[in-house]
């Protein structure tokens, strides 16, 4: 299997651009996280789906940020605008809730600049 | 709620010392806990982690963690650092309780050093 595949890998753009990062996770997953990484704040849950049903996005910072999982083997996670405090690595992952124990599987995240 | 704490941002050994990863977790629950290992520009990667069953695991990379539920302790070691040892472990508990989430909760994080 791929893995969890994340796109792109590595984003620079300018406050106020729209920035939309990509992942397709694991097949027969049926979670899908998405975390954000900061020196300041570790790892952070920001939200995350159930069979393509968001579940909890508490997480999510604020209204600039959108996430949606159209079907079983994609999502996006959406900031517009962009600021620079929005300069992370964002990861997603996923699982297979057959058992608890199931492992969580992560991508290889995208690194967010904001400039 | 869960939550986990990992004692110690930074840890330094010696190449071919004992390496100790401290973490500590709360739940009301029973949990499961994974370590996780970040290298530099990855993501992130699982060592191991406890189910059920036998409280001493067996991971990658010569790492193991015990689960101590009287001392809510899952610390992670092995017996002899190697200098690609060097990166970031995170402890992590997931514990679906009521609500059925499955999600992790991830400590803070421990930047491991190995010096020759």
């Known amino acids: 299997d791929a893995g969890v595949i994340q796109s792109p890998r590595h984003e620079v753009t300018e406050m106020g651009q729209e920035v939309t990062l990509r992942c397709k996770p694991i097949?027969?997953?049926?979670?899908l996280f998405w975390y954000r990484q900061t020196m300041m704040r570790g790892l952070e849950l920001l939200i995350y789906f159930n069979n393509n049903v968001p579940i909890d996005d508490s997480g999510m910072p604020e209204d600039r940020f959108s996430a949606k999982m159209p079907n079983a083997s994609f999502s996006t996670l959406k900031i517009q605008p962009s600021e620079p405090r929005d300069s992370a690595v964002y990861f997603c992952?996923?699982?297979?809730?057959?058992?608890?124990?199931?492992?969580?599987?992560f991508g290889e995240g995208s690194w967010l600049t904001v400039v | 709620a869960q939550s986990v704490t990992q004692l110690g941002s930074h840890v330094s050994v010696s190449e071919g010392a004992l390496v100790l990863l401290r973490c500590n977790y709360s739940?009301?629950?029973?949990?499961?806990l994974f370590w996780y290992v970040q290298y530099p520009n990855q993501g992130l990667q699982l060592l191991l982690k406890y189910t059920t069953g036998a409280t001493l695991v067996k991971g990658i990379n010569g790492f193991e963690a015990e689960f101590k539920k009287s001392e809510t302790s899952f610390h992670l070691t092995k017996p002899s650092a190697h200098m690609s040892d060097a990166a970031e472990y995170f402890c992590a508990v997931r514990s679906l309780g009521s609500s059925n989430t499955g999600k992790l909760i991830f400590g803070q994080g421990t930047t491991l050093q190995v010096k020759p």
């Open positions: 097949s027969g997953h049926d979670y």
């Open positions: 992952a996923s699982t297979y809730t057959g058992g608890p124990g199931n492992t969580i599987y």
């Open positions: 739940s009301s629950v029973p949990p499961y």
